[in-house]
């Protein structure tokens, strides 16, 4: 078969899994198919669309992105309704199976980056003495673990916190589901305990302007704290040239 024609078979599974899906989700939105009721089996659901088992499964694929379908335990999938969480659970898979890409890695964390400083920005100005005292104690933890693995779950931890200040389930949940896998990602330093100490430095400044309700210097200094963590760890490329042809390069003599 020529690569056009299987172009065209994969578009034209698609969009028969397009149809698949949005018909079944019309049902359950018109209580056809009950809450937590079983969907057909693939089987039926073949026999009925005159569909093959890919393109269902497609289907239910999509319906589960989309929060309709629950999944789990060796059962049939089921109906639900979407919510919040479910929809951003199923989402973030696709997503996390991109983190391997270095650009897409990138445009994660300068979401990470704006979304933090924003939180930051608006903990300098409302944060109460409750979210502020736990911000001092998240700061604490993440001073103890100091060169030690758990580092990097303090860490979380304490811009956690920052980000609670906000209020907003939508961003903290987005910000549980990829921060860690971030973090977790990324390659490690050639000294730890030196980058957990610049780190927890940095930590402590924000904390300080929070506490001091300065925003901008809030803001500023989260902005700079997450480029500068990022780019710490972003290797340089091989060279081809010796050290001596490298230093006169530098000197701009070659």
Not at 117 to 144: F, M, P, S
Request: proline share 4%; net charge negative; aromatic share 4%.
């Amino acid at each position: 078969m020529a690569l056009k024609d299987i172009e065209h078979q994969q578009k034209d599974q698609r969009r028969a899994a397009d149809v698949i899906a949005d018909a079944l989700i019309d049902e359950i939105r018109q209580g056809d198919i009950a809450i937590e009721a079983a969907l057909p089996t693939e089987r039926e659901l073949c026999e009925r669309f005159s569909a093959s088992r890919p393109t269902v499964r497609e289907a239910l694929a999509q319906m589960q992105m989309r929060g309709y379908v629950e999944t789990g335990s060796g059962r049939r999938p089921r109906a639900t309704r979407p919510s919040i969480q479910t929809v951003l659970q199923a989402t973030g898979m696709h997503l996390r199976e991109i983190l391997g890409d270095a650009e897409s890695g990138a445009h994660l964390e300068q979401m990470r980056q704006f979304i933090e400083a924003g939180a930051a920005r608006e903990a300098a100005l409302k944060a109460d003495n409750v979210q502020i005292t736990k911000l001092q104690a998240a700061l604490e933890e993440n001073y103890k673990s100091i060169g030690t693995p758990v580092f990097a779950e303090t860490d979380i931890a304490f811009h956690r916190a920052i980000v609670s200040v906000l209020g907003n389930p939508i961003i903290l949940k987005l910000h549980d589901m990829f921060v860690s896998a971030l973090l977790a990602g990324r390659a490690p330093t050639d000294d730890p305990k030196r980058y957990d100490m610049m780190a927890y430095e940095e930590h402590r400044a924000i904390y300080q302007a929070i506490l001091d309700g300065d925003v901008v210097t809030a803001t500023n200094i989260t902005d700079r704290h997450l480029a500068r963590s990022y780019r710490a760890r972003l290797s340089v490329p091989k060279t081809t040239l010796s050290e001596n042809q490298t230093e006169l390069a530098a000197k701009g003599l070659t």
